[in-house]
């Protein structure tokens, strides 16, 4: 419930921030992909800022987010090793404890021990 509440107050805030930027910024833009090219060829587009600061955000993300999982491949192939090793040993344990003898069962005594009689501490 809490990070439903903080979710919220993150998430309501930054909705209301990113359509103020879209209200704002609805003039067009022209973006060009041709560095030596002069402007209005085939390799230019026009679109407002607003969706070419979102365009630009989310690749920025999915480009993040690659580069994350990529950086974390050594810790999936090392928790996949270890899974399978602790899957292994999980047999192994079932096995040996197949083969094991049944525990001896003890006798309980027919009556608990005396108890303690403990004297009052003398002043």
Request: aromatic content about 6%.
């Amino acid at each position: 419930m809490l990070r439903k509440i903080v979710a919220a107050m993150v998430l309501v805030p930054l909705a209301v921030v990113i359509i103020a930027f879209a209200v704002a910024n609805r003039q067009f833009v022209t973006v060009s992909f041709d560095p030596f090219g002069a402007p209005g060829q085939a390799a230019a587009v026009s679109l407002p800022l607003f969706a070419v600061m979102m365009i630009a955000l989310i690749f920025g993300v999915l480009i993040g987010g690659l580069a994350t999982w990529l950086s974390h491949g050594k810790w999936r192939r090392m928790a996949r090793r270890l899974e399978r090793d602790a899957s292994e040993l999980r047999a192994r344990l079932h096995v040996h404890e197949a083969a094991a003898a049944p525990p001896s069962v003890v006798p309980r005594e027919t009556e608990p021990p005396p108890r303690l009689k403990l004297t009052a501490p003398v002043r």
